[in-house]
């Protein structure tokens, strides 16, 4: 499941001049995250996308592929919340 923060950052690296090719390690991607949303805020990220979407959609899904296996990799995922146990009744003093 993407969430919104995870897409807005692949959004981001996919707007960025950042390349597959490149094999950048995790710094790198890092800053060219930090400096697109900079740049160009989440929305001009995704209206980026959009338009790379299309006009070149085959080479679109491959970089925006790339780009949330990037942000996987990168960023580390949230906790999941361990399972709430069943609330037991209270036992009445009596």
């Given at each position: 499941m993407?969430?919104?923060?995870?897409?807005?950052?692949?959004e981001?690296l996919?707007?960025?001049?950042?390349?597959?090719?490149?094999?950048p390690?995790?710094?790198?991607?890092?800053?060219?995250?930090?400096t697109?949303?900079?740049?160009?805020?989440?929305?001009?990220?995704?209206?980026?996308?959009?338009?790379?979407?299309?006009?070149?959609?085959?080479?679109?899904?491959?970089r925006?592929?790339?780009?949330?296996?990037?942000?996987?990799?990168?960023y580390?995922?949230?906790a999941?919340?361990?399972?709430?146990p069943?609330?037991?009744?209270?036992?009445?003093?009596?």
């Open positions: 993407v969430t919104s923060v995870e897409s807005v950052r692949a981001a996919f707007a960025s001049p950042l390349q597959s090719s490149d094999q390690a995790a710094p790198e991607v890092l800053r060219a995250v930090a697109t949303l900079r740049r160009f805020g989440s929305r001009g990220c995704a209206a980026r996308v959009a338009g790379e979407f299309g006009e070149h959609p085959d080479t679109a899904v491959h925006m592929t790339w780009a949330l296996e990037m942000i996987r990799s990168v580390p995922t949230p999941q919340p361990d399972a709430q069943e609330p037991q009744p209270l036992a009445l003093a009596g």
